[in-house]
C-alpha cells in the first residue's frame, strides 16, 4: 500500500506565501507522474499543475504565480505558490501515479490540505 499525505495548508492574506507537501510512503520503486489539484465547495476538482501532459503545466489562473517541484530521494513533492488570491481558497490535494516495489503502477490521491486566503 502506498500512501499520499499532504501538508502546508494555511489561513494566509492575499499577496501571501505558501509551500504545500506532499509525502509519498509505502513500497514505492518510482514516482512516475505528479499533479496537484484544488476544490472549492460545489465546485469541481481543478487540475492546478502537474505533469500529467509530459512536462509541468499549469492551470490559467495560477500560471506565473505556482511552481511545482520534486524531491525524489525524499519521495516528496511539493507546490510554491506565491502572490496567493483568494480565489485560491480550497482544499488542496496531490495526485501521483506511483510504481511499486512490485513494479505495478497505480494513481494515489492525498486526502486534502485546506488553503484559505483572505482579502
Known amino acids: 500500500q502506498v500512501q499520499l499525505v499532504e501538508s502546508g495548508g494555511d489561513f494566509v492574506q492575499a499577496g501571501d506565501s505558501l509551500r504545500l507537501s506532499c509525502a509519498a510512503s509505502g513500497s514505492i520503486a518510482q514516482i512516475n507522474v505528479i499533479n496537484w489539484y484544488r476544490q472549492t465547495p460545489g465546485q469541481q476538482r481543478e487540475l492546478v499543475a502537474g505533469t500529467s501532459s509530459g512536462g509541468t503545466e499549469y492551470a490559467a489562473a495560477v500560471k506565473g504565480r505556482f511552481t511545482i517541484s520534486r524531491d525524489n530521494a525524499k519521495n516528496t513533492f511539493y507546490l510554491q505558490m506565491n502572490s496567493l488570491k483568494p480565489d485560491d481558497t480550497g482544499v488542496y490535494f496531490c495526485?501521483?501515479?506511483?510504481?511499486?516495489?512490485?513494479?505495478?503502477?497505480?494513481?494515489?490521491w492525498g486526502t486534502g490540505t485546506l488553503v484559505t486566503v483572505s482579502s
Open positions: 495526485n501521483a501515479n506511483i510504481r511499486s516495489t512490485s513494479n505495478n503502477d497505480e494513481e494515489y
